[in-house]
């Protein structure tokens, strides 16, 4: 019977190791590749620690198997061997303190640069977001600190989204921390260019919610009161999936947005769109009917 | 196995099979259903029962303004026995494909698509029909599938909070400030419809994309198109049903309240009397004559609230929002005889007196819509606008108010006019609040000092004066 259990406990580290080691080519595997560069570190960040701990199991597994095996041969009636103690071991006690904490330390140390790009405003891409909005964008700038292209404000259960408008001459705007007369909103639907950084404001309206762009490894709590700038980059033009990650209330899952990454003459020609739309005064088709009473 | 825990086994299996509550859903009457004399009560339940059905077994009534199917169309050929090709000059319905019925109409059968090309209508059926098809032969495809999507699509994203029956009262609704809409009443508050229609298709589409800023009703925006039309369509339909329940109960069976019958009781009549009376105009279809009086007129308006000459209509382009046009608003909202202060307040913070006037009738001091639920004067100064921040939605809040709410229609004011309140309305957000400039003699004073070069010493005058 010892045999059996022996076996047994050894048995499920091996499956489990075996399964994640065939899940890749059956598709059972992690969401595909990040669609950032930023979020392509955090993926490289995340399989560093994930291989650490995949060694830190294996090593502690084959251990247990160690001790099982051992000891259940120790039981047998014939064996005079003893148990090892091993309780108390000054040495043994400093190797596992100080071998995990060192690489607790090296995970601190390594992640700091990703973390301070993502979330530290000095080291924020600026000069390709300034690069986006003179040059991509054609946007009118006097002012150099102000580069945000939305202001996203999550709600319940909504994502409420306001663009900067254009002038007389169709220039693009600025986006003014407070709302102006010639500001374009959406809502769940955010444009946005690809292949520049870009940054948003993100604020919330009633209680914590959070942006979650899950293929652009981004997530940030919206917090009532505070504006947070957040930067990202989607390296492909496309659809992306944009939901709330902090359970906000009963209608939570409602919250379900998209992000378009397009060209930046797309973004224009989209915020162009939504101005035509904005500012619908309900004439309906002027030229023609002038033409007719003409 | 301890007994006990076979017994935890037993249960939790049971309730697995079961479910927690397994009674299916039932639309719920109106509270002035329980005014009627119980004969009619029994009467309202059989009309609504044999024209509409319950939430689950739902009746197309064929006599109602929506759209059912997917298509009604014709066959345009039948390449082979079990080929058709079908008329899709009119397009083809997004949610057509394998596995959608298609019915016949002059063998009376049912089959199904297993396979579909929306490009030239050609369905490949699952078995033979019985008889020929003929060119022709009238086809409908997905009979009630638009009602049944709709309601499945309902379920799960309206329900919660406009409630089985479209009553405003789903489960989270008592959360919410303010309450969700009672579409029972056949009132929407935000379209662009003249004042005696209903939502257009187009209202209910735009509400439901959109959502409704400053009100707990979202945006559904990454919805289907044809998800998006059998919502709008289940709207409708959900909220004919409470017309016709309300007109029903209002009209038809108005002398069959207890008032009522209490009435001529005491005036000599007795009961039995008046329910064999009932039965028998019921036997002689007078009830059914006056329902369908009120069916028809309710069809015609919601048909009629779809054609584009019962919206709102505008001639002229909105005017730049010059301060001259501001100014003109800003007086036209100050003005005795358009009352616009007298609710949302002099300086447009929805606070004029008539949040603390008594009504009479109203349970209470201050403004109640149609479904007697208070309401507050929109503050102008949020920048939000709850029916859409385009000017025309603006203009058609003016035109033909905000329905259900005490916002008066203003359909006969000047459209110049209109568009000079829709510029002031515009500029309240972004106006500088200076300690006075409120006022109307203020107002008055700037115009004119437009035109003369005095302002500033007007002003001065002004805050001497004080």
């Known amino acids: ?294 | 196995m301890k007994p006990w825990s076979f017994l935890i086994f037993c249960s939790l299996a049971l309730l697995h099979l079961t479910g927690c509550n397994s009674s299916p859903p039932q639309f719920s009457n109106r509270a002035e259903f329980d005014d009627l004399e119980p004969y009619a009560q029994e009467y309202v339940s059989e009309v609504l029962d044999s024209y509409f059905g319950t939430p689950t077994e739902s009746v197309a009534w064929e006599r109602l303004p929506i759209e059912y199917h997917f298509a009604e169309t014709t066959v345009s050929g039948s390449p082979s026995p079990r080929k058709v090709t079908l008329d899709v000059s009119a397009g083809g319905h997004g949610s057509i494909g394998p596995g959608t019925e298609i019915h016949f109409a002059s063998s009376n059968e049912s089959n199904w698509i297993t396979e579909w090309d929306a490009a030239t209508g050609l369905a490949t059926l699952e078995r033979k029909p019985t008889q020929t098809i003929a060119e022709g032969e009238a086809v409908i495809v997905g009979p009630g599938a638009i009602l049944k999507n709709g309601r499945h699509l309902y379920a799960q994203h309206c329900q919660h909070c406009h409630g089985v029956s479209g009553d405003g009262n789903g489960p989270t609704a008592r959360y919410l400030n303010p309450l969700p809409r009672d579409y029972r009443n056949g009132r929407f508050k935000f379209t662009t419809t003249n004042y005696d229609f209903s939502p257009s298709r187009d209202d209910l589409d735009r509400v439901i994309r959109e959502g409704i800023p400053g009100t707990y009703m979202p945006s559904f925006k990454l919805l289907k198109q044809e998800e998006m039309q059998a919502i709008v369509e289940y709207v409708r339909w959900l909220s004919m049903r409470g017309e016709i329940e309300k007109q029903l109960i209002e009209t038809a069976l108005a002398d069959y309240t207890h008032e009522a019958v209490k009435l001529r009781i005491d005036g000599g009549a007795s009961r039995g009397e008046i329910e064999t009376e009932f039965n028998k105009r019921v036997a002689e279809g007078e009830i059914q004559e006056s329902l369908d009086v009120v069916v028809d007129l309710m069809v015609e308006r919601w048909k009629g609230s779809d054609l584009p000459e019962n919206m709102v209509q505008v001639a002229t382009n909105r005017p730049p929002a010059t301060p001259e046009s501001i100014a003109r608003g800003r007086q036209l909202y100050l003005d005795v005889n358009n009352k616009c202060a007298s609710c949302h307040g002099d300086a447009g913070f929805g606070d004029g007196p008539q949040n603390y006037a008594f009504t009479p009738g109203k349970p209470g001091p201050g403004l109640y819509d149609d479904w007697n639920n208070p309401v507050k004067p929109r503050n102008l100064h949020t920048g939000i606008y709850r029916g859409g921040r385009r000017p025309y939605d603006l203009f058609c809040r003016i035109r033909a108010s905000v329905k259900g709410t005490p916002m008066p229609k203003f359909d006969t004011m000047k459209e110049e006019d209109v568009w000079d309140l829709v510029n002031y309305v515009y500029s309240i957000p972004y106006e500088e609040e200076v300690a006075g400039s409120g006022r109307l003699e203020e107002m008055v004073d700037s115009a004119e000092s437009e035109t003369e070069p005095a302002a500033a010493e007007s002003e001065s005058n002004e805050v001497a004066s004080r």
């Open chain 1, 1 to 294: 019977m010892k045999w059996f259990w022996c076996l047994f406990f050894a048995f499920w580290p091996i499956l489990g190791i075996a399964v994640c080691l065939v899940a890749p080519g059956y598709g059972w595997w992690f969401p595909g590749p990040a669609a950032s560069p930023l979020g392509q570190r955090i993926d490289d960040l995340f399989y560093m620690i994930l291989i650490i701990t995949t060694l830190t199991f294996i090593g502690t597994q084959i251990g247990l198997a160690y001790v099982l095996f051992t000891g259940a041969r120790r039981t047998d009636p014939d064996v005079q061997e003893k148990a090892w103690f091993s309780h108390g071991s000054h040495e043994l006690e400093v190797i596992w303190s100080v071998a995990p904490a060192f690489i607790l330390l090296f995970i601190a140390l390594y992640q700091l640069d990703v973390w301070a790009d993502y979330r530290v405003k000095d080291l924020f891409p600026h000069e390709k977001m300034e690069g986006l909005l003179s040059e991509g964008l054609h946007q009118k700038r006097d002012e150099h600190d102000n580069m945000h292209l939305a202001e996203v404000t999550a709600r319940q259960f909504e994502w409420r989204i306001r663009y900067p408008g254009f002038d007389e001459d169709g220039n693009l705007l600025p986006l003014e921390r407070e709302p102006q007369p010639t500001d374009l909103y959406d809502v769940n639907d955010l444009h946005l260019p690809a292949s520049a950084p870009v940054m948003i404001m993100l604020k919330s309206q009633d209680v914590q919610h959070s942006f979650f762009l899950p293929e652009l490894r981004v997530k940030q709590d919206a917090v009532p009161g505070l504006v947070i700038p957040v930067w990202f980059e989607a390296t492909k033009k496309g659809e992306y999936a944009l939901t709330c990650a902090e359970l906000c209330g009963w209608g939570h899952y409602k919250m379900k947005a998209r992000l378009v990454a397009e060209s930046d003459e797309e973004f224009l020609e989209y915020l162009r769109e939504l101005h035509r739309k904005q500012f619908f005064d309900g004439v309906v088709e002027a030229e023609s009917e002038e033409d007719e009473d003409e």
